[in-house]
């Protein structure tokens, strides 16, 4: 049975090393080798060194040089190579899982073109809306800008005539003036036309309307402030009830 004497561990009898220091090993129950030590020769008292023995030829032996020491736990192939890098396994497709990615890849392009075509006819509605609004708005402004300003605007009675009214304004710009007369039973309108003209003289424009009904009233459309004012007016009265005919009063 043999021995490591430096690391204390047995080693198999075929071994010539010690696996582990490479060192010598030895067998169990076998001296040392002992190492030979050169006396110095006596010397005579006569100072005459006595004839000595030639020195013993030295051993040629050479010990081996002890490998590197390796962790017991390391293999010699894992200190040497890199670890293996794992690899995925494969994976399996069910069937129709293509067929089934094909057709969630076409769904999501068909929902992003629908996206943009949503964004771009937002876009359109919202400018149609916009354009709506100011040919709105224009025809508004052209209704208003039609009509035309007054300075003056007065509703006078008529003496001896209590179903006829005068009415007294002056225009001060270009356009039209509305006059309404509603009655119980009737409606007449009446549209005067202003040229820019008809604004340079100061006089004021008068004329008569006389109707078929007592119990009337008068509206009076005309611009004013940019917008269109509407002016009601009663029948006119006199100052006091005046005899006109028999059983009649004004």
């Known amino acids: 049975m043999k021995y490591c004497p430096r690391c204390k561990t047995r080693v198999p009898d075929t071994a010539a090393a010690c696996a582990t220091c490479g060192g010598p090993i ?3 129950g076998t001296a040392p080798p002992s190492t030979a030590t050169s006396s110095p020769a006596p010397v ?3 100072g005459n060194t006595p004839p000595t023995s030639p020195p013993a030829p030295a ?3 050479v010990s081996p040089k002890p490998p590197a020491a390796v962790s017991p736990t390391a293999s010699p192939s894992t200190s040497s190579s890199p670890p293996p890098i794992p690899t995925q396994p494969p994976t399996l497709e069910l069937p129709g899982e293509r067929e089934l990615r094909l057709q ?6 068909e929902v992003a073109r629908s996206g943009r075509w949503v964004t771009w006819a937002g876009a359109v509605v919202a400018l149609l809306l916009l354009l709506l609004a100011a040919w ?3 025809l508004r402004m ?3 800008r039609s009509f035309a300003t007054l300075d003056q605007l007065d509703l006078r009675a008529i003496p001896r005539a209590p179903l006829a009214a005068e009415l007294v304004y002056r225009p001060t710009s270009a356009g039209k003036v509305e006059f309404i007369r509603v009655a119980s039973e009737s409606k007449e309108t009446l549209v005067e036309h202003h040229s820019i003209e008809d604004t340079a003289t100061r006089d004021p424009r008068r004329f008569s309307w006389t109707g078929a009904d007592r119990d009337y009233k008068v509206l009076v459309r005309y611009r004013e402030n940019g917008r269109i004012r509407e002016q009601w007016f009663d029948p006119p009265q006199l ?3 005046r005899t006109l005919e028999r059983g009649q009063t004004y």
Request: glycine fraction near 8%; charged fraction near 20%.
């Open 239 to 241: 100052n006091g009830p």
């Open 44 to 46: 005579s008292p006569a």
């Open 104 to 109: 969630l890849a076409g769904l999501e392009h």
């Open 26 to 28: 030895r067998q169990f």
């Open 136 to 138: 709105l708005y224009d």
């Open 142 to 144: 052209r209704e208003i």
């Open 59 to 61: 051993s040629s032996a």
